[in-house]
Each structure stands twice: as C-alpha cells, then as structure tokens.
C-alpha cells in the first residue's frame, strides 16, 4: 500500500472481507485519495455508514467511524453533523441501505441540505445479505429474487437528490477513477449536502447472475457505457438507450441547515 494513503487505514483489519476482483475497494481508494488532496485532518473526519458490503468500509479507515443499523447512516450522520458542524462527514452507503430502507432518510438529508458528503456504492444489487434485487437493479437483470428477471423500474438517482434539494449531485464508476477522486473533492467543499453516486462491480452476485464475465469485463463495461455530459449529447436515441452520464450532473446554492440553525440560536440567545 503506498504511504501516502497507508495512514488513512487500520492495517490491523486488512486484509478486507470483499470478494475477489469487488469495486468497493476501488472506491475506497478514491475517497482517501481525495481526503489526502484536501489535507482534511484526520481527528476531525468521521466516517458513517450502514448495512451491508458497502458499509464494511468504515471500519478499515482510520478515523472517528459509525457502523450503524441499516438504512440509518444518513440519520447518524445528520445527528454528528448537527452536534459538531465543524467535523467533516462522509457517508457510505450502498444502493439498497441508501434508496431501499434508507430512502426517507435520504430524501430529506437532501431536503435539509445539511453539509454531508454522501458516498453511493452502487452495484446494484444486495450483495452481503443473498443477491436480492434492490431499488438500483435494471429492469430485466436476475437476482435471487427475480430469478426470470427484474419487472421494477429503477431510481434515477442524481435526479432524485436534485428533486429532494441535494446542492450537488455526481457521478463516477469504479473505471474511471481519477473523475471519481475529482468529484469527491468538489462535493466535499460544496457547503449542502452532497451525492456521488458510484457505478460500482459486484462479480459474485450481480456479474454472476446476469453473465456479466469478469470483474475486467465489468469495468469495460463502465467505460463502454459511462460517457459526458458533452458526449451524452452527439448521440443518437438509439446510442442513448444503454448510457449513461458520468461527472458533475447538478448543482445549485441553497441555505446550508446547521448555518441556518446557528443563525437561529444566536438571533434567539442575542434576545
């Protein structure tokens, strides 16, 4: 491990319990790369997270971290963030702990904008708990339980934290890394709440269920499907139909939550 992000981790824990050729630990990467590029200090960052593949990172980084109960890491999250606005705060979470059991928490950690950065594995598929389908699997991909395929449609998720009042909201897959690192860094220091959702690979359940082949073959599916903005544009209707677009997909200025609630105390306590 290179020493410039060996400090970030519990080298006790390692090695991790991922599966051979898993994305989670590319992801993982990225976010401490991104955390080294902002010279975030390590006493004052704390890792959240909840259930599920995904939310096993937290507890190979070394920082202040919360493994929590399931669909909750948004609600710990907003409780630390409220306690102490001055810590930075990252979520991890996976596509079912966030938009399944966690949806209401996401929809309104959005709706509130408070100053979290919210890390989305999306591999879409419940990876730890049986290889059930999550509110993240394309319609007509297998799961164990949707064996003849998947009849539900899925979220779009960047449109929804946009909808719910999310101030930036991007997206990178576990190939294209360095855009991963980038947008990382850009949501932390926007002052709101923050998605980047990651297009991430699970080759055991969900590559091995739909014929996907290796975790190579997955990612070069990534590259072959994650395209820009500006690209996503030339391309026909046609070309569009299995795409889809990675970078920065929204943003906006909205009243910070704990700015607000401080503004509050000191208007009320001036009294």
Known sequence: MLPEIAQYFRLEKLPHMWCPGCG???VLHC???????????????VMVSGIGCAARASGYLDFDTLHTTHGRALAFATGVKFAKPELHVFVLTGDGDCTAIGGNHFIHA???????????????????????????????????TSPYGNLERTFNLAELAAAAGATFVGRAT????????????????????????????????????????????????????????????????????????????HKQEAPEYTAAYQKMLEKFQGR
């Open 110 to 144: 959005a709706r509130r904008n408070i100053n979290l950065t919210a890390i989305v594995f999306n591999n879409s598929i419940y990876g730890m708990t049986g290889g059930q389908y999550s509110p993240m699997t394309p319609p007509a991909c297998r799961a164990t």
């Open 174 to 249: 576990t190939y294209h890394t360095k855009l991963l690192t980038d947008l990382i860094i850009e949501g932390h220091k926007n002052n709101g709440f923050s998605l980047i959702e990651v297009v991430t690979h699970c080759p055991t359940a969900f590559g091995r269920y739909n014929k996907m082949g290796s975790p190579a073959d997955m990612l070069k599916w990534q590259r072959d499907h994650g395209v820009t903005a500006a690209r996503y544009q030339n391309l026909t209707p046609a070309e569009r139909a299995d795409k889809f677009i990675v970078g920065v997909l």
């Open 24 to 26: 989670n630990g590319i």
């Open 31 to 45: 976010l401490v790369k991104a955390i080294d590029k902002l010279c975030l200090d390590q006493d004052r960052t």
